[in-house]
């Protein structure tokens, strides 16, 4: 490529608070439309706002995982702009003195690779309610859902530093992680609680200067930010081999035909009259409230990775693989909960769960084999009730219906014949009906006795216990 990307990000991403920022009402997804509202929330005229502390921490929390410096006093502005999901024609934020700055988050490329982005800034503000458009084409309306207005949001600015498609699907993964580790928020892209922003320019090889940048904005997944960073850069590499000039605007992902489109220039920005919010007061931040907030850090990977090794005395591989998403370890420490053998689990996941959850390309709570699924599986491997390989068989089961377990293998028959005698039949059957083997292994070809027991395990349907089989079929060969 003749040109180098240069790659930014804002990431907004909603908190984990029981309450709104400003008001007592509940914050969640969903829901009957405006359920969860107040005059405060709703925006009326004569309400004051009181912050919610919890969300304070929170930002200061993720403030300190960035590395940042904490600025106190931090207070609160207005951003003003009219829209019918923002009833108060304002939205509070932070412009002037923001909570976080010039911090910076450090992640791996996967391999021995690691990479600094740097943070400009990380502040509080509080989310819109959402606008809900009618089906019918001829609808000339839409509808306002003010539930999730007034949620504490933080928004997490960073530096241009990132400089190819593969360093921004690595930072995104890291900072989704992060996020998740730091227990903020809940970080599930598909309900909008993390969304990312990207901001995207070119520049010729051989030069230091920037390009001027293009923002697409509302992107839910991490895949359509590849998809639009991609078609970005060919977009723009397209019009300065052309010649062109590329102009300041923010952008819109449309999702059917594959492409951006302009949703307004520089100059059509909007002047949002930051000015500090007069009813709120300013906010110091002492040395305590932040060595709190250090001491209520949740465990993070590394505490994570020891302890597993430590509890559950895992190798320092599975550990490894198993703390390299906080949902993986939370599903794995959800599995053992429920039964008592932290090495099986650890192989399932490694193996079985991690596969199919690669290919769904989907988050691990929306993985059909629950943890307590899981935990059944290997209980009823572990007391003998199924072999391993019948297993496999039900896990794929549950993936594919969500079926409960038990009732698989009650309905199918999977059960683990381990009734001797029932054995001990198919056995005689199996040397009756092969004669020409049995003679080849009483004259010392022993590795024969594989297809004899293959022939067991099939004629059984894979259900009779192995190690029974083997013993019996043996018994029978010496004789
Ligand atoms: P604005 O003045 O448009 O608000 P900022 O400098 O505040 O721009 O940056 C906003 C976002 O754009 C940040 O995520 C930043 O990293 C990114 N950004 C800034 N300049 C560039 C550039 N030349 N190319 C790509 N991204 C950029
Ligand atoms: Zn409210
Ligand atoms: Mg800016």
Same mark, same amino acid.
């Given at each position: 490529?003749?040109? =180098?990307?240069?790659?930014?990000?804002?990431?907004?991403?909603?908190?984990?608070?029981?309450?709104?920022?400003?008001?007592? @009402?509940?914050?969640?997804?969903?829901?009957?439309? %405006?359920?969860?509202?107040?005059?405060?929330?709703?925006?009326?005229?004569?309400?004051?706002?009181?912050?919610?502390?919890?969300?304070?921490?929170?930002?200061?929390?993720?403030?300190?995982?960035?590395? @940042?410096? $904490?600025?106190?006093?931090?207070?609160f502005d207005r951003k003003n702009y009219y829209y019918p999901d923002l009833p108060k024609n304002y939205q509070v934020s932070q412009n002037y003195n923001i909570l976080g700055v010039n911090g910076y988050m450090d992640f791996s490329m996967g391999d021995s690779r690691t990479k600094? *982005?740097?943070?400009?800034? *990380?502040?509080?503000?509080?989310?819109?309610?959402?606008?809900?458009?009618?089906?019918?084409?001829?609808?000339?309306?839409?509808?306002?859902?003010?539930?999730?207005?007034?949620?504490?949001?933080?928004?997490?600015?960073?530096?241009?530093?990132?400089?190819?498609?593969?360093?921004?699907?690595?930072?995104?993964?890291?900072?989704? %992680?992060?996020?998740?580790?730091?227990? /903020? !928020?809940? @970080?599930?892209?598909?309900?909008? !609680?993390?969304?990312?922003?990207?901001?995207?320019?070119?520049?010729?090889?051989?030069?230091?200067?920037?390009?001027?940048?293009?923002?697409? =904005?509302?992107? %839910?997944?991490?895949?359509? /930010?590849?998809?639009?960073?991609?078609?970005?850069?060919?977009?723009? !590499?397209?019009?300065?081999?052309?010649?062109?000039?590329?102009?300041?605007?923010?952008?819109?992902?449309?999702? *059917?035909?594959?492409?951006?489109?302009?949703?307004?220039?520089?100059?059509?920005?909007?002047?949002?009259?930051?000015?500090?919010?007069?009813?709120?007061?300013?906010?110091? $931040? !002492?040395?305590?409230?932040?060595?709190?907030?250090?001491?209520?850090?949740?465990?993070?990977?590394?505490?994570?990775?020891?302890?597993?090794?430590?509890?559950?005395?895992?190798?320092?591989?599975? +550990?490894?693989?198993?703390?390299?998403?906080?949902?993986? +370890?939370?599903?794995?420490?959800?599995?053992?909960? #429920? @039964?008592?053998?932290?090495?099986?689990?650890?192989?399932?996941?490694?193996?079985?769960?991690?596969?199919?959850? &690669?290919?769904?390309?989907?988050?691990?709570?929306?993985?059909?084999?629950?943890? +307590?699924?899981?935990?059944?599986?290997?209980?009823?491997?572990?007391?003998?009730?199924?072999?391993?390989?019948?297993?496999?068989?039900?896990?794929?089961?549950?993936?594919?219906?969500? &079926?409960?377990?038990?009732?698989?293998?009650?309905?199918?028959?999977?059960?683990? *014949?381990?009734?001797?005698?029932?054995?001990?039949?198919?056995?005689?059957?199996?040397?009756?009906? %092969?004669?020409?083997?049995?003679?080849?292994?009483? #004259?010392?070809?022993?590795?024969?006795?594989?297809?004899?027991?293959?022939?067991?395990?099939?004629?059984?349907?894979?259900?009779?216990?192995p190690k029974m089989v083997n013993e019996l079929l043996g018994k029978e060969l010496q004789e």
């Amino acid at each position: 490529m003749k040109y =180098k990307p240069v790659i930014g990000f804002e990431i907004h991403t909603e908190l984990l608070t029981a309450t709104k920022m400003f008001c007592g @009402c509940e914050v969640g997804f969903g829901g009957t439309p %405006n359920t969860r509202v107040c005059p405060i929330c709703l925006g009326m005229p004569g309400t004051l706002p009181a912050p919610n502390k919890k969300a304070i921490d929170y930002t200061i929390r993720t403030a300190l995982a960035l590395n @940042c410096d $904490i600025q106190s006093p931090t207070y609160f502005d207005r951003k003003n702009y009219y829209y019918p999901d923002l009833p108060k024609n304002y939205q509070v934020s932070q412009n002037y003195n923001i909570l976080g700055v010039n911090g910076y988050m450090d992640f791996s490329m996967g391999d021995s690779r690691t990479k600094r *982005v740097g943070i400009d800034n *990380v502040h509080i503000e509080e989310d819109a309610g959402k606008l809900m458009h009618p089906e019918e084409k001829a609808a000339d309306y839409s509808l306002v859902d003010l539930n999730r207005a007034g949620t504490p949001l933080i928004e997490i600015v960073t530096e241009p530093d990132l400089r190819s498609v593969e360093e921004v699907e690595a930072f995104m993964k890291a900072m989704k %992680n992060l996020l998740e580790y730091i227990e /903020v !928020s809940d @970080c599930k892209m598909q309900e909008g !609680s993390l969304r990312f922003e990207i901001n995207i320019s070119l520049r010729e090889k051989d030069t230091d200067d920037f390009g001027t940048k293009v923002e697409v =904005k509302n992107l %839910n997944s991490m895949k359509v /930010v590849s998809k639009v960073l991609e078609y970005e850069l060919k977009r723009q !590499s397209r019009m300065l081999d052309e010649g062109k000039k590329i102009m300041p605007e923010t952008r819109l992902w449309n999702e *059917v035909t594959g492409k951006t489109k302009s949703m307004r220039t520089k100059e059509e920005a909007k002047d949002y009259r930051y000015f500090p919010e007069p009813d709120l007061m300013h906010i110091e $931040i !002492s040395s305590d409230w932040i060595e709190r907030v250090k001491e209520e850090l949740p465990e993070m990977r590394e505490e994570k990775k020891e302890r597993f090794i430590r509890e559950f005395s895992l190798p320092e591989y599975d +550990a490894e693989v198993l703390t390299d998403e906080k949902k993986i +370890a939370d599903y794995f420490e959800k599995t053992l909960a #429920k @039964c008592k053998t932290p090495k099986a689990v650890s192989n399932w996941i490694m193996t079985e769960v991690l596969r199919e959850l &690669k290919e769904m390309d989907e988050e691990i709570d929306e993985f059909p084999v629950t943890p +307590a699924c899981l935990a059944t599986i290997i209980n009823l491997i572990e007391n003998g009730t199924i072999s391993g390989k019948i297993g496999k068989t039900v896990f794929e089961e549950v993936f594919k219906t969500g &079926k409960d377990p038990e009732k698989i293998i009650e309905e199918k028959g999977l059960k683990q *014949v381990t009734d001797e005698s029932a054995i001990q039949s198919v056995v005689q059957e199996v040397i009756e009906e %092969n004669p020409d083997t049995v003679e080849k292994y009483r #004259k010392g070809k022993t590795k024969v006795m594989g297809f004899l027991v293959g022939q067991v395990m099939k004629k059984t349907r894979g259900k009779a216990n192995p190690k029974m089989v083997n013993e019996l079929l043996g018994k029978e060969l010496q004789e």
